[in-house]
């Protein structure tokens, strides 16, 4: 069985929501929309669900089309957001709805629902009125609800969006536990790229660009992993939280005769000589930034030399290192620091203003101060190259420097004093 | 959608016919009676009304009576809504529920109740009689201002507590203990934090206290006498004692424009009274007294508050029983001991009530559910114009509505003067807006995603409709019906002036009663009186268990 959505648009008067939309999922994938809200993935779950028709484009199921096969006759589930439990109906009369509607005899239905909420872990809950839950068990006895008629594709809008942070990271667990073991092809729509990497076994990033008057188009596809280490644009990066990007020009080919210099033992003890291991042999570039000449090795393409590119530097490029005048090599004034657990999140400024975030291990003998100088080592293995979008230099600023982590406002240009580049 | 949404302004249509036939037309004659009585376009009558001494004493009176009123009904009301507000206390929702009693019960019934209580053959004179070996009852009550003001205070209380208390309720406690924390004592808190915020509340609710008062006829008719007359009874003496239709209409022109002139200060208030706050649960604001002074301020206001409701309505009821043989004034209803073929036995208007009352709650439910769904549905330009005009029927005064009527209806083209179908069409205008208010939220409360998830879980359009939206509004449908219902019951303005002699429905039978002398007459109206309570009260009961919002929210 396959899902294939076929270039679907979508517009409301003076609202374009969906631009030119394709994707495809195959049986017993788990495939994540992501995007910021207001990009549309809630109408396109709407219109493969049947709700909203579609102005152009087609949406096919095990290969037929969908339009003459009205929402109640498709057999797929749709979670919604805020459930839309009927609070007239206990959980019982809530997860058996679907089943009655197919026709099941009552016994069957006794059982599936027993299943259901197995499944969910609800089992004894039957008869409870569902004003009276929680918002976790309302969001089980929604996935019940949608999982007991076992329909062919179950779509979830933002399940986990009414919960709070804690909650959410357990049901993130339960949610692909439970998907992968009904096995059911799922299209999961959010716009935390958290929830995205764990559960999806696929990402789409949808991007709408309203000021240029276009709904959401599919800015990336890709597995989770591949789309973190390799985004395909600036705003795929910013999108999930990589937020350290510089305009920079291709030099050449790194001949490699200052590796030693750039790889020289940092100050913790760690050896980077041995860079990350990489997916693709292409031969690492020098490149020229305004933070100096870097080293970029984790490339997707051959760049040549004079072509100007984005620089990406991974959080966890940077380490303490002796002051020296290589590459990769930049000093900067710590600005913030704050404690993670894990890691410190440091944020220095450099050169020309720019601001670097940095994940830094913790360790006993480093001690961050703000305000005082430090130098850091760029592992040329963390830095990537982006292609340069057209567009974000149309839309004249392009923010280097905004938050880091996983606030709200990533999204939005950022409102504190920043180095913007211009075209 | 479109298709649906034609649909759904096509069935608008039904109740904006009837709205027209018998509400505006009605009005319009009204209107026009009073403008142009011999054809053509004449302002003297409006003018020269002015010069009148009856005018112009029945629009001070009505004025300063409803001020007065108000003013009282607001005292009684304002410390109970705090109560109710802030302190939790056992019993208090049935307390609370008990408040509302009042709302529906016809003003025939308090009428009678107050003379039950209050009145020279009332309990407390009796027994003060009894006691004091007095020739003459002591309290003199009866028609004097003050039995008119206790029952106006008596009737509106709860719309006090109810549009006040409920507002207080869900005032976030954060913004006091924030302007306490801050430094600021008690009093100052209150003034300066509580009562700003409240006042839009207080207004709006002080308004629509007014507005009742305002457009009060049955109480004042009954225990005023013939020296209190507001423009309402004004009409009424003109238009059915005197037979002056013009100044009859020229009253109600006046009537009209002052209660639409108070309903649209008032509907600016109650917008106002809703601003956006951090609204809080109830439950969440409410704390138990724990102080001494708290704890007996919290049982005497509420002790005070349930004896001042329910007393009168007791006494009604024991001074209904006959002494030696207790049910003797209920039998007596249905006797003819007249020997007159034209007699109507007053039992009869029990039948004739329970038969409009029906025909009133079909008609009213069936329009107002049709108006409702429009308006639920309906977004921008058509919702904001037809929102009014749906709530205009509640600002024109019934006895200007019956006077409507009999110049609308006593002639050619509509004829209908015979025929006892007025009376339910009068009471369907009436209960229609209570019906479309309760239905409303019910149906606007309605979340699409609900009939959505339904319709991708398997039920095809309609089944989803009768498995969800019916279910949910069914609720809200039948409080609406038991509504209609209790209004019809207790209607008494209009129905007076338009109901056929040999057609009384049991408020217009106890006005009857009522206004005749003899014992066996004042024992009969208390008996039908205490029926008519009986029904009010079990339809109250009913409207508690059923409704979904809260009820006074016009």
């Keep these: 069985m396959l899902l294939e959505v076929e270039r679907v648009s979508k517009s409301y008067p003076g609202l374009p929501v969906l631009h030119d939309v394709s994707l495809t999922a195959a049986d017993g994938e788990i495939v994540c929309i992501l995007g910021p809200s207001g990009c549309g993935k809630s109408t396109l779950l709407r219109i493969i669900a049947g709700l909203e028709t579609a102005d152009a484009g087609r949406v096919l199921f095990d290969g037929q089309d969908m339009a003459t096969v009205p929402p109640h006759r498709r057999r797929f589930g749709l979670m919604f957001q805020d459930y839309a439990l009927f609070p007239h109906k206990d959980v019982l009369g809530n997860v058996a709805f679907g089943l009655r509607m197919a026709g099941l005899p009552g016994a069957e239905i006794r059982r599936r629902v027993q299943e259901a909420l197995t499944l969910v872990g609800l089992s004894g809950y039957e008869r409870r009125r569902v004003t009276e839950l929680s918002g976790g068990e309302q969001q089980r006895v929604a996935l019940a609800r949608s999982l007991a008629p076992r329909p062919r594709l179950l779509m979830l809008d933002e399940p986990l969006g009414a919960l709070d942070r804690a909650l959410r990271e357990q049901l993130m667990n339960d949610l692909r536990g439970i998907l992968k073991q009904v096995g059911v092809m799922a299209l999961y729509v959010t716009h935390d790229q958290e929830e995205a990497f764990a559960l999806g076994d696929r990402i789409v990033i949808l991007r709408a660009r309203p000021e240029l008057g276009e709904g959401g188009r599919v800015e990336q596809v890709g597995a989770p992993q591949k789309v973190y280490r390799r985004p395909a644009s600036s705003y795929v990066a910013r999108f999930l939280g990589l937020h350290n990007l510089i305009e920079g020009q291709v030099i050449g080919p790194w001949s490699g005769g200052e590796l030693a210099l750039a790889s020289a033992p940092a100050r913790s003890g760690e050896d980077l000589a041995a860079p990350m291991p990489r997916a693709d042999a292409f031969d690492p570039v020098l490149v020229q930034t305004s933070l100096g000449v870097l080293i970029a090795a984790d490339l997707t393409r051959p760049h040549a030399a004079g072509e100007r590119v984005i620089v990406l530097i991974r959080p966890e490029a940077a380490a303490r290192c002796p002051a020296a005048a290589m590459p990769n090599v930049v000093q900067g004034r710590v600005k913030e620091v704050s404690f993670r657990g894990s890691y410190h999140l440091v944020r220095t400024e450099h050169a020309g203003g720019i601001v670097l975030t940095s994940e830094a291990t913790v360790a006993p003998d480093q001690i961050w101060q703000i305000g005082e100088t430090v130098c850091l080592r760029l592992n040329p293995a963390a830095i990537t190259l982006l292609e340069v979008a057209e567009s974000n230099w149309r839309s004249s600023e392009f923010d280097i420097c905004g938050h880091s982590g996983y606030d709200e406002g990533r999204l939005r240009r950022s409102h504190k004093p920043c180095q913007t580049i211009h075209a | ?271 106002r009274a809703a601003v956006p706050l951090n609204v809080r649960s109830a439950e969440e604001t409410a704390l138990p007294a724990i102080t001494w002074p708290g704890k007996a301020f919290v049982g005497l206001t509420v002790g005070g508050l349930l004896l001042f409701l329910a007393v009168p309505l007791f006494s009604l009821a024991l001074k209904s029983l006959a002494l030696p043989d207790p049910l003797r004034f209920y039998r007596e209803l249905f006797m003819n001991r007249s020997s007159s073929i034209f007699y109507i036995p007053p039992g009869l208007a029990i039948r004739n009530s329970l038969l409009f009352a029906t025909l009133a709650t079909g008609l009213s439910l069936v329009l107002g559910t049709l108006t409702a769904t429009a308006l639920a549905r309906s977004r921008g330009a058509l919702g904001r114009w037809l929102d009014p005009i749906v709530l205009l029927p509640l600002g024109a005064s019934a006895v200007t509505l019956g006077f409507g009527y009999i110049l609308a209806f006593g002639r050619p083209p509509l004829d209908l003067r015979a025929s006892p179908v007025l009376v339910p069409f009068a009471h369907t205008l009436v209960a229609f807006p209570f019906v479309v208010r309760t239905l409303l939220p019910a149906l606007r409360g309605l979340n699409p995603r609900w009939s959505e998830a339904a319709t991708i879980l398997g039920a095809a359009p309609w089944r989803a409709w009768r498995e969800i939206d019916l279910p949910i509004i069914g609720r809200a449908l039948l409080v609406a019906a038991v509504f209609a219902f209790t209004v019809s019951m207790g209607e008494f303005g209009a129905t007076l002036l338009i109901a056929r002699p040999e057609f009384p429905t049991m408020p217009v039978a106890i006005f009857r009663l009522l206004s005749q002398p003899g014992a066996l007459n004042y024992g009969q109206a208390l008996a039908m009186s205490t029926l008519l309570m009986l029904v009010c009260a079990a339809g109250f009961f009913l409207i508690e268990r059923f409704r979904v919002g809260e009820i006074g929210e016009f």
């Design chain 2, 1 to 271: 959608m479109k298709q649906r949404a034609t649909l759904s302004s096509l069935l608008f249509l039904f109740p904006l016919a009837f709205l027209a036939v018998f509400f505006f037309y009605p009005l319009v004659l009204v209107i026009l009676r009073s403008f142009a009585a011999e054809g053509r376009f004449d302002l003297t009558p409006l003018l020269t009304i002015w010069a009148e001494t009856y005018f112009r004493r029945a629009l001070w009176f009505t004025v300063w009576q409803a001020t007065a009123s108000t003013a009282l009904t607001l005292a009684l009301g304002l410390p109970a809504a705090f109560v109710f507000a802030r302190y939790r206390f056992p019993g208090k929702r049935l307390v609370q529920a008990l408040t509302t009693i009042p709302f529906v019960l016809p003003a025939m019934v308090v009428s009678a109740a107050f003379m039950a209580l209050l009145g020279p053959r009332g309990w407390l004179n009796e027994l003060l009689m009894a006691l004091f070996g007095l020739p003459r009852s002591p309290i003199r009550l009866q028609q004097t201002i003050w039995l008119i003001l206790i029952a106006h205070a008596f009737y509106n209380t709860s719309v006090v507590v109810r549009l006040v208390g409920g507002f207080w309720a869900h005032l976030d406690r954060k913004l006091t203990d924030a302007a306490r924390v801050l430094g600021g004592s008690r009093w100052r808190v209150f003034f300066e934090i509580t009562l700003p915020l409240l006042l839009p509340a207080i207004i709006a609710a002080g308004l629509l206290v007014f507005l009742f008062c305002f457009t009060s006829f049955g109480v004042i008719l009954i225990l005023g006498g013939p020296q209190f007359a507001t423009l309402e009874v004004e009409i009424y003496r003109q238009a059915v004692t005197l037979f002056r239709l013009s100044d009859a209409a020229v009253l109600s022109l006046v009537q009209m424009g002052l209660t639409f002139v108070i309903m649209a200060v008032y509907s600016r208030a109650q917008t």
